[in-house]
């Protein structure tokens, strides 16, 4: 039961409705009107889930609940994941719960890099992320909320400061600490002039991030 399956495979047992493949894993959004219904909903699934000792992740917000489905031993896909999103189907359909395909995505992040292990500790430190078993080189979040990121081996440098940054916003009281780990694996402050409402980091290769907090913003 758990052989990884083909993406093909999972795409024709799986109801269309519903399910779709993103990144080994597959992917159904519920369109629940209510918090209450969510809930509803997502009370079930564990039920179920917790009957055959197979657990999705569920993410429940007002009007929405998103649910996930991979088995982490094989990293993908197996016949666990497709016989489970059947009954999680059978469920939203005995609710009169509809799901919406169009909003299902993920969102990834790349980072160029001529040396990968010089500016994975940054990124990880500086995200809190750990390694991805099932993706080498990436990090993930350990929530499972935050987008993966992954590394791509660069042939040459770029000539041009980079048009792209991102902002890590985190606790106020996590933010200096953050910083100090970032720093110890390998990177360095482009500009600590805002601070504590925010630091400009970069890694060993000149890529930027902001670590940000809600302080000195008002």
Do not use: K
């Amino acid at each position: 039961m758990s052989d990884l399956l083909t993406h093909a495979d999972v795409t024709a047992r799986t109801d269309a409705r519903h399910w779709r493949v993103l990144l080994h894993t597959i992917h159904a959004s519920f369109r629940t009107e209510t918090f209450s219904r969510g809930f509803l909903l997502a009370q079930r699934i564990t039920i179920a889930a917790e009957a055959v000792q197979h657990h999705p992740d569920l993410h429940l917000t007002y009007g929405r609940l998103r649910v996930a489905l991979t088995s982490h031993d094989v990293h993908g896909v197996s016949e666990r994941d497709v016989a489970l999103a059947a009954v999680i189907s059978h469920i939203a359909d005995e609710l009169g719960i509809e799901s919406e395909v169009p909003v299902l995505g993920i969102t990834e992040i790349a980072v160029d890099a001529l040396d990968i292990p010089a500016v994975l500790p940054f990124w990880r430190a500086v995200f809190a992320y750990r390694d991805d078993p099932g993706a080498t080189p990436a990090i993930e979040d350990p929530a499972g909320i935050g987008p993966a990121i992954w590394f791509q081996q660069m042939d040459a440098p770029r000539p041009q400061r980079n048009r792209i940054h991102l902002d890590v916003t985190v606790p106020h009281d996590v933010a200096e600490q953050r910083v100090a780990d970032a720093i110890a694996a390998g990177g360095h402050v482009v500009s600590d002039q805002r601070a504590p409402s925010f630091w400009v980091l970069a890694d060993a290769e000149g890529n930027e991030v902001c670590v940000s907090t809600w302080q000195a913003r008002d």
